[in-house]
């Protein structure tokens, strides 16, 4: 199981990025997926998630600039991140809890760059 994320890039402050996150099976096996970003000598840190049950939540820092969603189709979760300010500069990671029996396993992407910058 798997999950790799693309869609990361430069962009200019103000502009928009949309990352993905594809699955290598239905979205329906993870509890939930998640979106992380880490910045160079910051910790990782949870931007948004959404669940099974297609409930979504966001940190506050970007209510209003982000969106998660996903494709079930596709088993895609996406990221749409807009007004974007240097300070989003980060690698962006997937993340999804995979339900097993007895327990839950994380899953983590590669991560992707996204630059903010003039």
């Known amino acids: 199981v798997q999950v790799v994320e693309s869609g990361g890039g430069l962009v200019q402050p103000g502009g928009s990025l949309r990352l993905s996150c594809a699955a290598s099976?239905?979205?329906?096996?993870?509890?939930?997926m998640a979106w992380y970003r880490q910045a160079p000598g910051k910790q990782r840190e949870l931007i948004a998630s959404i669940l099974r049950s297609g409930r979504t939540n966001l940190v506050d820092f970007v209510k209003g600039r982000f969106t998660i969603s996903r494709d079930n189709a596709l088993n895609t979760v996406y990221l749409q991140m807009s007004s974007l300010k240097p300070e989003d500069t980060a690698v962006y990671f997937c993340?999804?809890?995979?339900?097993?029996?007895?327990?839950?396993?994380?899953?983590w992407g590669q991560g992707t760059q996204v630059t903010v910058s003039s």
């Open positions: 099976e239905s979205i329906f096996r993870f509890l939930g």
């Open positions: 993340e999804a809890d995979l339900e097993l029996v007895g327990g839950i396993s994380e899953v």
